[in-house]
């Protein structure tokens, strides 16, 4: 669990487009971001206010987050400098990328002295059990997709958000580094090893009261030939009660660095494949509505392919940034559950 | 990669039920079991030459193969003396239990001071790939199941001394610390990071001659809450060619340490679940026909059962113990590739 409030660390990146996380914090999260610190000739702006390590300490802040996915998701070496003067003064320092700051002895060692923390968020600080696939109370909502990066996060985010806007208990559960980093608590459930990932998926939404909703950020998909294992077992052990399909509009392929070309499943197989498998662990499990990413197409285009999929479907079809998710709530809260 | 000839390490146990992995050595692999090692008074044997650490030397022995699954995986303190006695001497020691000997200090001093290599087969010693789906030349069998502890390693081994006897190129791949410790090398894929599952199965049963076939061990059941992912992500990677469906019968559900209750699917739903999956990396993948344990049925129910399977389902259908597997390999050789 990260201490707020933030500051948010850009380092040296040459556009604000590399900062997802800190991007991501300041959007959803805009009352823990209290600053970004860059260095001096940086071009990256989030628009808050710019802070020095003595800065933040004086204004409050608690936590250090490293705001950037750096290519290979590595440290660049010279930013150790200010994440270390961070620790020191007695900031916990929180990292999404591969680059494991545990393992930087002066980082280790300033942690050490400033008796601070480092959360290396992509590796799981814990021991999980294996899933027991035993009922639970509350209610649970998965995000699922044709495809990696077609808007799971984002559309588990603002379901959230309008969810506690309506006043329904809820809690978002982050599932990958971003999530985590935005949320300040989670799981990175794709570096499980194997054996744990349904029983960490049970951890992550534990039981709950009866009219609460976990939204869990969903990973992967049931179609990808590398992820579909960790989608699978996010899925067992979730037990959601309903789970929303996620797409990206004209995109045709799996996203793989691979050169093999697997196609993306249609909307009504997605569905089906995950009430399929879904239902071994949440018999009554359906979906609730469709999220579709339609930023490659025009205003109207875009309008079309909703209303068309909408009728294709008969279930809320929705873009999370063109059109918000009220529908899906709506759908939600008229739902017996 | 384990170096033959092997001694197998009984230690103290009382009965040799609990020496699988030695019985299942001795079995499966005379030609590399040259005696066992026991505490003086043990009455466990597996009828094979008893040994001291010296004779073992003497006779050319390179590995002491710890042969005993112990309640909860846990190795006795007590045995820890023969262990380094065997590492000084210049023996390797393998080990499948869930205790790491490389965390055993005197152990880890007593391999550096004779030369010798620690192997807790267990853990992964390598790092993986995630998986890329990329097509690949060579025939692959993967053994599904049912459920967990069905039959599929004893399916598998027993395929594949049966189609090496036919003169078939084939490997058999091991995906679990038994099957590692008898075959000599393998991946127990259930330890392996959640992202790399599928990726180190495709490591595991790489590219091969055309006419070759990998005989590849499963692992769990896609119809498993707990370990399903497992099963998947070895199916994705895998990429098999044909499947064979383990099942016991008279088992009615699901194998768990949790109290509730997930049944038994039907042949005929697993068949189709694996074959859905499946196709996603192996389009053509089909059933090769069934292996079930039919250990708790007299002879006649046994016979009874299987023709009774084999008519429903139209596929070859043998207890791998009571009938052998010769009509699936007759299968196997009858189909075109």
Redesign the interface.
Known sequence: MLKPPFLLYLGDIAEVTYAKTASGIAYWRPEVARGQMRFADSPADLGLPDMSIEEAVDAGIQTLVIGVASAGGVLPLHWIPHLKQALEAGLDVANGLHTRLEDIPELHDAARAGGSKLHDVRFPSRNFS??????RPGRRLLSVGTDCAVGKMYTSLALHKEMSARGIKTDFRATGQTGILIAGSGVS???????F???AAEWLSPANEPDHWDVIEGQGSL?H??????S??LL?GSQPDAFVVCHEAGREHIH?????R?PIPSLTDCIA?NQ??GA??SPDIHCLGVSINTSRLSDSKARDYLARTEYELQLPCIDPVRTGVDSLVDRLESETW
């Open positions: 294996v899933g027991t696939g035993d009922p459930i794709d570096a499980v090893v194997a054996d990932i349904s029983g179609f030939p590398s992820y579909a294992s960790v699978m077992g067992h793989m660095d691979s050169l093999t697997f494949l399929e498998i071994l662990t």
